[in-house]
């Protein structure tokens, strides 16, 4: 019995394994099991390997890429977390309740910020977009293309504007800013291929205050990035700790994430103006400081001292002889520095007929009045294409309107030169920045001899000009300033092109020369850019204002 118990389990086993034998001798069955491995083989070759990779690398700092060879990459940035200096929001949404709401909601905005410095971070940012965006028309707002791009520039920091620049495509990214306020700036100034920030909700044409869910800017950033890694294969994030976007979409679709600290910022150099990537030449506003909250603070203790003094200033302008007025006026803070007085010092010849064309550059409407100033002369006359009545009506001076055409505009100065010294501004708009728009050849055709003027205006809190604003309030804002101060320099005389010209050319030829003369003086840059220009990229229109 023993002995057959060992047979039957050999059995057993023999009949096992001849049945394993031919199941993998059968051939579909061993076809499976090889395509089988592949498949796992593949799975574990391609598809682990690659999410095993896809993980991104995480890095302080984005310094170490001004070395590496960045043309192929695309790079993501965080506009206020990884591209501007400062940490704090609240100025440019200041300038915006300021510039495009009004002192009272720029103050409202301003009482509040203690109340929103305590909130958490994203319900302060959404309490300063209904402040500052509520009530807004669509159509009119234009303080994102005209007024924010000088403060931002103002802002970038140049060590991430150098990182920035080596790289292929670029996308800027922003979860607590609109896009109506980073799109102008990142485009048309720093180059920027793709700008999502969040969108506003419009009613009628008019702002709600209110932003897009977040999760639709999630959405549209997530679709954009996959474009770009299958297009590019290499994509880099570039952002800061203080930011939620690294929390999910840079870490899903990123290589590499650089995160910039607080640290960092602070030990950047700020963008100069020579590295611009376009020019800042035209930019639009009343506030010519940057409305930090101590400086919101200096500019709403100014205000009534503010209005008293522009009363006074007005006043002793338009009542009071030369002889006392500038005195008084230098005593309230309004500066006056003639660093030529060639021309003052001049005596016209009895028999000269003609008074004296004093051609200057145009920085506010002011700039004739300080002319005259300058020259202790009350009896001067001045030519302008676009005034408001009520500056011509306060105007201290005599006031031509001219009429666009060049025979009868002509005709019209020759005769005012008859009658006096008259004062010329042939760019024929303001420029605040340091450049000057293509001279008018006109002024080159009405006198023999020509005084050109270089003048530069300093202001603290107010500039004097506008572009979509109301000018009848342009000297006013001047006036309110602490201290509006002008510099005017007299150069020496050029021959006009009275003469015969065949071509024409002449006198093309006497308004470029004066211009580089002006320019020279001053060390602005010389442009050919008209008023035209100017007011297409501001206000959108071609500069004629209303007799109002």
Request: proline share 5%; net charge positive; aromatic share 12%.
């Amino acid at each position: 019995m023993h002995c057959l118990k060992p047979n039957k389990e050999n059995t057993r086993r023999k009949e096992k394994k001849s049945k394993k034998k031919s199941f993998l001798q059968n051939p579909n069955m061993s076809a499976k099991i090889s395509i089988f491995q592949a498949l796992v083989f593949l799975f574990y070759r391609f598809i682990l390997r690659r999410y095993r990779n896809s993980k991104p690398k995480y890095q302080n700092g984005p310094s170490s890429l001004l070395q590496s060879d960045l043309s192929r990459h695309t790079l993501i940035f965080n506009v206020e977390g990884a591209l501007l200096k400062s940490d704090s929001l609240f100025p440019y949404f200041m300038l915006v309740a300021f510039e495009a709401g009004g002192v009272i909601r720029s103050f409202l905005l301003f009482i509040l910020y203690p109340l929103i410095s305590l909130m958490s971070h994203e319900m302060g940012v959404k309490v300063m977009v209904m402040v500052s965006f509520f009530g807004i028309k669509k159509e009119g707002f234009r303080a994102g293309r005209a007024v924010l791009p000088k403060y931002f520039l103002e802002d970038v920091g140049l060590e991430m504007f150098e990182v920035l620049k080596r790289g292929g495509k670029k996308i800027g990214v922003s979860d607590d800013l609109p896009q109506v306020m980073i799109e102008g700036f990142l485009r048309d100034y720093l180059e920027i291929d793709v700008v999502v920030g969040r969108e506003m909700k419009v009613v009628g044409g008019y702002y709600l205050g209110i932003m897009e869910d977040k999760t639709k800017h999630d959405l549209v950033f997530d679709e954009l990035v996959r474009k770009e890694r299958l297009n590019t294969g290499r994509v880099i994030g570039i952002t800061s700790f203080n930011t939620s976007l690294h929390r999910y979409l840079f870490s899903q679709f990123c290589q590499e994430i650089y995160f910039v600290k607080k640290s960092d910022k602070r030990s950047w150099q700020t963008l100069p103006r020579s590295q611009y990537p376009k020019p800042l030449i035209f930019h639009d506003g009343r506030l010519a400081i940057k409305p930090t909250l101590m400086n919101t603070l200096v500019l709403f203790m100014w205000g009534p001292f503010a209005a008293a003094a522009a009363a006074a200033r007005l006043f002793v302008s338009l009542c009071i002889p030369y002889s006392l007025s500038i005195p008084i006026l230098a005593f309230s803070g309004c500066r006056l520095t003639v660093t030529n007085d060639y021309v003052s010092s001049q005596k016209q010849k009895p028999s000269q007929r003609k008074g004296c064309l004093f051609v200057c550059n145009h920085r506010t409407l002011l700039d004739p009045l300080y002319v005259a100033f300058a020259l202790r002369k009350k009896n001067i006359k001045t030519v302008t294409y676009s005034l408001s009545r009520v500056s011509e009506i306060l105007a201290p001076i005599k006031t031509v309107r001219l009429t666009r055409d060049r025979v009868s505009d002509g005709q019209a100065m020759e005769k005012l030169l008859t009658e006096g010294d008259l004062v010329v501004c042939p760019e024929g708009t303001t420029c605040r920045e340091p450049y000057l728009l293509r001279f008018s050849p006109l002024f080159t055709e009405v006198s023999d001899v020509i005084v050109p003027v270089a003048v530069t205006v300093h202001v603290t809190f107010f500039y004097g000009t506008t572009a979509s604003g109301l000018k009848a309030l342009d000297p006013l804002f001047f006036l309110l300033d602490p201290y509006p101060t002008y510099t005017i320099q007299f150069l020496d005389p050029v021959s006009g092109a009275t003469c015969q010209d065949p071509d024409g050319k002449l006198k093309f030829e006497v308004a470029n020369n004066v211009q580089s003369d002006i320019g020279k003086a001053l060390d602005f840059d010389c442009t050919s850019l008209t008023r035209k220009d100017k007011y297409l990229i501001l206000a959108g229109n071609n500069g004629v204002v209303k007799k109002n």
